[in-house]
């Protein structure tokens, strides 16, 4: 459950393409990004048929004038030069706007759904196995798409059993075991809790009782082992002293942290 105040916008990414069908543009699929500015424009043809008939009606009149101010504030001017300029950036050439939405494969109407979901500008993004049947190069579209959003300053929560996909769009991390969480944290802290892979080539020498070290497997002059953050230093200073003429540490990745928890 997730509660939210009302005034905090949330966008959720539908990626059920079976769900959504329509013969209207792609243009104006987009375009229902905007709402609020449907929603005023709808008030202001409302107005105008009254003011047909009553045109001297102060009350309509003025009415009508925040209409306008609202519109306007809803981005109803430019709704549709937006929507286009996204589409555009998304790969879809100007004609193509015109086009019916079911008209499209399914890779670019999940590039419409995108546009539309950038559109709106969310405050609050929910992401629920997003990425799921999604081919290579809409991985990248889509990823580039929520980063604009995260720079933008929206929230971003993103569910995922693709751990690299976690790794690369995320600040913070929960790992979720049988139902209940296990580990929570910015993927720099859970690092720190982790161990990291050390390969070094340099001649044999006694680094198991260095505190954090541990899994040492030595096959001629090259060491391999696991090190924690805190054992770093001192490892790294005995490799040092050993005079160690290649050295690779390398940081665990969300998978190694997941199946260490």
């Not at 990004?33 to 309509?60: C, G, Q, S, Y």
């Not at 070094?200 to 505190?211: G, H, Q, R």
Request: with cysteine.
């Amino acid at each position: 459950v997730i509660n939210k105040p009302k005034d905090v916008s949330l966008g959720f990414f539908n990626q059920d393409l079976l769900s959504f069908s329509t013969n209207d543009s792609i243009l104006k699929v987009g375009m229902q990004a905007f709402e609020k500015a449907h929603e005023v424009e709808r008030k202001m043809e409302k107005l105008i048929k009254e003011l047909e008939t009553n045109p001297n009606d102060e009350e309509l009149l003025d009415d009508y004038s925040h209409a306008l101010h609202d519109f306007e504030v809803a981005g109803g001017y430019e709704m549709e030069h937006r929507t286009a300029e996204v589409l555009e950036g998304l790969g879809f050439s100007t004609a193509d706007l015109q086009r019916p939405y079911d008209t499209f494969s399914g890779g670019w109407r999940m590039r419409v759904l995108l546009a539309k979901m950038m559109l709106q500008q969310p405050e609050l993004l929910l992401l629920d196995e997003p990425t799921s049947g999604l081919d290579p190069l809409m991985e990248v579209v889509f990823r580039e798409c929520v980063s604009e959003a995260h720079a933008r300053g929206c929230t971003v929560l993103l569910s995922s059993h693709i751990l690299s996909e976690v790794e690369a769009l995320c600040d913070r991390v929960t790992i979720v075991r049988a139902g209940k969480r296990v580990v929570h944290g910015s993927l720099a802290d859970m690092r720190g809790l982790a161990t990291s892979r050390v390969v070094a080539t340099l001649s044999p020498c006694n680094v198991t009782e260095i505190d954090g070290v541990s899994d040492v497997h030595w096959q001629g002059e090259t060491l391999r082992c696991q090190v924690t953050a805190a054992g770093i230093p001192a490892l790294l200073a005995v490799l040092a002293y050993h005079n160690a003429k290649q050295l690779t540490v390398q940081p665990p990745s969300l998978e190694e942290m997941f199946l260490q928890h």
